[in-house]
């Protein structure tokens, strides 16, 4: 079992940036990949970025690419996602997740509660 607890959520003006954390615990933490997925109101979660075990690879979805960016500190178990030029668009809650392969893009096994982001025009 992975356990999973975001931080960083807030309220931010449009164009500006926020910095969330993700704490893992419960496994060789540079064993598995870790994702950020969103949820905004009356919408499906959604795939935002995600990181391989290593750090090496990074994915992002189109829409925020050039302003989000995720990193992992697996020293510290810790996984980020710096977002910048923040748009109301970007308004959801803001899920971490684990993954039983070290690698990109797989399946997403083990979920966070959440942090919600809102951004305000």
């Known amino acids: 079992q992975v356990q999973l607890v975001e931080s960083g959520g807030g309220l931010v003006q449009a164009g500006g940036s926020l910095r969330l954390s993700c704490a893992a615990s419960?496994?060789?933490?540079?064993?598995?990949?870790m994702g950020w997925f969103r949820q905004a109101p009356g919408k499906e979660r959604d795939f935002v970025a995600d990181?391989?075990?290593?750090?090496?690879?990074?994915s992002y979805a189109d829409s925020v690419k050039g302003r989000f960016s995720i990193s992992r500190d697996n020293a510290k178990g810790l996984v980020y996602l710096q977002m910048n030029s923040l748009k109301p668009e970007d308004t959801a809650v803001y899920y971490c997740?684990?993954?039983?392969?070290?690698?990109?893009?797989?399946?997403?096994?083990?979920w966070g509660q959440g942090t919600r982001v809102t951004v305000s025009s």
């Open positions: 990181v391989s075990g290593s750090g090496g690879s990074t």
């Open positions: 997740a684990a993954s039983r392969f070290s690698v990109i893009r797989a399946t997403y096994d083990y």
């Open positions: 419960g496994r060789t933490f540079s064993n598995f990949a």
